[in-house]
């Protein structure tokens, strides 16, 4: 049974250019939600989608956008790239309610130069 | 693989050890907890969650412990394995309306043949 998937695994990017990531969820799986993981720390959520809509949204620039299909799975698009941006991106697959367990994808390593 | 977490906390135990993984997390509200194994270059593994209406829940060779009045939440593992080395997260599910995981800063386990 395939788990989360993401693509691409790594990627690099130069300052400015825009960047779009994919999610497959588990089979089943209604809900993706985005984080960024920048190294030595722990995750940081930027989106969850649902049902193809935002359901919530963390502490990110509007440079950040994300969609969700109809087959559930889902882009997160980075524009006008910056250095800090620099992080491993992990989807997240779940059923969708809130108390629900969530897992993650492998992660897209972004590397900004 | 890329290492995780370059200052992390570390707790080095032997093979076949009982390890204690702690985690204090922040918001008396949340009310859903999940573990999360990563090894260097993988996204989060799900070990195992916790709902506040519960002081403690067992797994495979895990439990877990969630003290509300504290706002502390501790991984057990029994019989420690070297496969078992790798960064041990907690998070927490912020009660905002959708699924949205804080992640605590993390624990580095290194374990011994």
């Known amino acids: 049974d395939a788990g989360v998937t993401q693509s691409p695994t790594h990627l690099i990017k130069t300052r400015g250019q825009q960047v779009t990531l994919r999610c497959s969820p588990i089979s089943g799986h209604k809900s993706v939600s985005w984080y960024q993981q920048v190294l030595g720390q722990g995750p940081q959520f930027i989106f969850q989608y649902y049902e193809k809509e935002e359901r919530g949204r963390g502490n990110f620039p509007d440079r950040f956008s994300a969609r969700q299909f109809p087959n559930y799975s889902s882009e997160l698009n980075v524009n006008a790239l910056l250095l800090g941006d620099s992080a491993l991106y992990l989807c997240?697959?779940?059923?969708?309610?809130?108390?629900?367990?969530?897992?993650f994808g492998q992660g897209t390593r972004l590397t900004v130069v | 693989g890329e290492s995780v977490g370059l200052h992390l906390p570390t707790l080095s135990v032997q093979e076949g050890d009982n390890s204690i993984i702690n985690c204090a997390y922040s918001n008396s509200a949340s009310d859903y907890f999940i573990w999360y194994k990563q090894e260097s270059g993988k996204g989060p593994q799900f070990i195992i969650d916790i709902r506040s209406n519960m002081d403690k829940r067992q797994g495979q060779r895990v439990t877990v412990l969630l003290n509300k009045t504290v706002k502390h939440l501790s991984l057990q593992i029994a019989a420690t394995q070297p496969g078992d080395s790798a960064v041990y997260f907690c998070?927490?599910?912020?009660?905002?309306?959708?699924?949205?995981?804080?992640f605590g800063t993390g624990t580095r386990l290194l374990v011994s043949p």
């Open positions: 997240a697959s779940s059923f969708g309610g809130m108390n629900t367990e969530a897992f």
């Open positions: 998070a927490e599910n912020i009660n905002t309306g959708f699924q949205k995981l804080v």
